[in-house]
């Protein structure tokens, strides 16, 4: 029985330090999901600065600003994309 415990406390160190690497990763992951969403709420303010200085310009339909709107922000999901993968 005393030859077990040496085994089991370094068998459970083993395992221990075996996650230690999925932390780090998984830290780095929130990081990136973090700043994806960061991009996509500051885009998300940009798509409406541009509808609205669309609008105000009179330039355009509002199907015309509309559209602006929608490619700012699959631009910015794009940008989001590339920052998490």
Known sequence: MIGLKPLFTALLATMFLATLPDLSWSTEQAQQRRAGRDVKQDTRQGARSTKQACRAAN???????RQDKRQTK??????????KY
């Open 59 to 65: 330039n355009k339909s509002n199907a015309a600003c």
């Open 74 to 83: 699959q631009s910015g999901r794009q940008t989001a994309r590339d920052l």
